[in-house]
DNA sequence: CCATTTTCGTCAGAGGGTCTGACCATCGTC
DNA sequence: GACGATGGTCAGACCCTCTGACGAAAATGG
């Protein structure tokens, strides 16, 4: 991921940029909020939980990691309290991840937070870009997220 | 960077995907050519050595990391024979961090790879799709990236 | 219906990346 | 020259992630 001499940088490298500053703020503004012991792998593990509980395993297939990582991470959002496990009425050896209410909270603030910095993208780049932008990178998803 | 239960995703995780996807290209690319004991961290340091050296500082605040480090990356790309220090002419405190000759070889390798990718990118979106991302990606790093 | 294989999850151990805090040497300035 | 600012290192800690080994339950297939 070299930055070129003359100011051109690759696509990936660009891609960066927005995403880190996506991160940065909601981390921000989660612990200015009194999540302060949220982390941003623990972030990601919880945002694929779906609403009616997900499995580890396919959380960790999504998130790209090991059942290991996930597990560990799923521990500590547990000991947070963000979330909890409960068992799987269709599968004695898995256990379902759901939200838990302090997690509820989190994903609302959070999607909030989200809306707010695509609102201030939009304002910087206008409307019509914006669109075009977020049609770009859907394709672009296609070819680079191996799940889906 | 939760996933909204509709499929609409935050731009801040749409970029990830593609910045993801380079990333993951070019360390793999690099390792089957030989280069295997280098990492995402020591690149993302590594791409910000000038021409000429640059100091650690420098390479740090770029970087967005501590002097501790980015001095523990220089370490370890020093030990690989990547780079190495040379005692800064104009500053008895400073060291400049340069690229070796194993180094350049990667910084060619990595140049080529970037340009593949990309040229499967714009394969996959068109010219003109791929030339309006580029440009919305500068114009939003205006505004997400601390560093110019 | 049982044996084998697969899947779900955990435990244990290791290595890498990053940070905070403390510290020394040198530079620049008054 | 004294003193604050700057470049860099050392030490210690925490988090993230991986590999390997394993037990329990489910799925498969005679």
């Known amino acids: 991921m070299t930055a070129e001499p003359n100011g051109r940088q690759n696509l990936g490298l660009l891609c960066f940029y927005p995403h880190r500053a996506m991160e940065a703020r909601l981390l921000a503004t989660l612990a200015a909020a009194g999540f302060d012991d949220i982390t941003m792998a623990q972030g990601r593990i919880a945002a694929r939980i779906g609403p009616a509980g997900t499995r580890l395993t396919d959380l960790a297939e999504q998130a790209l990691v090991t ?56 304002a910087h780049l206008g409307e019509e870009a914006t669109a075009q932008l977020r049609a770009a990178l859907e394709r672009l998803r296609e070819i680079t997220d191996p799940y889906r």
């Open 67 to 122: 059942k290991q990582t996930a597990g560990h991470l799923v521990d500590q959002l547990e000991r947070s309290g963000y979330v909890r496990r409960v068992p799987d009425p269709t599968d004695g050896r898995a256990r379902l991840v759901r939200m838990a209410e302090r997690g509820e909270q989190v994903v609302h603030l959070a999607r909030r937070v989200e809306a707010e910095v695509e609102a201030e993208w939009t």
